[in-house]
């Protein structure tokens, strides 16, 4: 698959917010991962899709969707584990209490149930978020029409925020709402919707492409006014936040999608498509494992914040290049000629 670029600076721009709301606690920053999480839909089900019409092209031949997952083991399981070695060198993890958590991606469930949790490792319930959409999502692509998966995904997007509004009284802090799969599914079903559509027209962008924007504008300043109130943030887990809050977060960033996809040039363009910030987004997924740690370890020995900020992106981003340069890509190349050679 040809890269984007502009979907690899949209990356970097959300590992940015990210890294921001954990080192300098920027308010409203922590929804990059809603940015993340819009992105994974649409590329992870682009690829699905794909991979459904080549294996209708040999006749139902192949085990295309085996490969799938041998691909997204050989992206994610390797800097996962190498990851989980390293916060065991530099912090206490009670391994023999949590292990089942990490052993099987269900991180979001540890922190929504108040269990025992690592600092350094709190970000990895996003990852969580996202390896429980990659287990249930290709199954429903495999035995779905297009029409049947675009009904699916407006279906989501419209239940998710009524099924936050009736739990909403059940919780008594945010953390069950902002990181169980369910109560978050409407982001990744955006991308999903806009890869169906796209895949299907790809021009259906190009006529949306100036409506994205305006609505994107108007649902961000929906969102910034609201969040002058303090019933409508994250921490207040009011249902006011976790009905409207999250779902104007899902058009602001659905429409940026929908945007940069049908741009090829101008200002927004060229800042996304900058080679720093592609870069940046292609070594994000490391980035983001190792952020917060490097982040908490800083923070106690530099107590000048912004000191302790700049160091953090620095350290940070050099593990995660020599960890793209040295150890993914050639993980990422060796699957690829087996896969070759097995085809």
Known sequence: MKRIPQLDGLRGLAIIMVFLYHALHVPIFWSGVDLFFILSGYLITGILLRLKEQQAAEGGRGDWWCSFYVRRACRILPPYVVFLGVVSLFFWVPWSHIWFWYAFFDANFAIAM?????????????????????????????????RTLRRVTL???????????????AFASYWPIYCLTPFRADTLACGAF???????????????HSRASKYTIVAGVVFTTLSLLPSCRLAANSMLFNTLGYSLLVVIFGGTLIYLLGSQAGFVYAIVSAKPLRYLGLISYTFYLYHFGVVILLEQRVHTAILACLLSFAITGAIAALSWRFFESPILRISRVLESQRA
Do not use: K
Not at 120 to 133: T, Y
Not at 155 to 169: E, K, M, S, W, Y
Not at 194 to 208: G, H, P, T
């Open 114 to 146: 108040h269990h025992e949790a690592v600092r350094a490792m709190v970000p990895l319930w996003s990852l969580a978020v996202e390896e429980q959409f990659y287990l249930v999502w290709p199954w429903i692509v495999l035995h779905s029409s297009r």
């Open 155 to 169: 279906g989501i997007i419209v239940a998710a925020p009524v099924l936050r509004a009736i739990c909403t009284p």
């Open 194 to 208: 806009i890869a169906i559509v796209a895949y299907e027209d790809f021009a259906w962008i190009y006529r949306n």
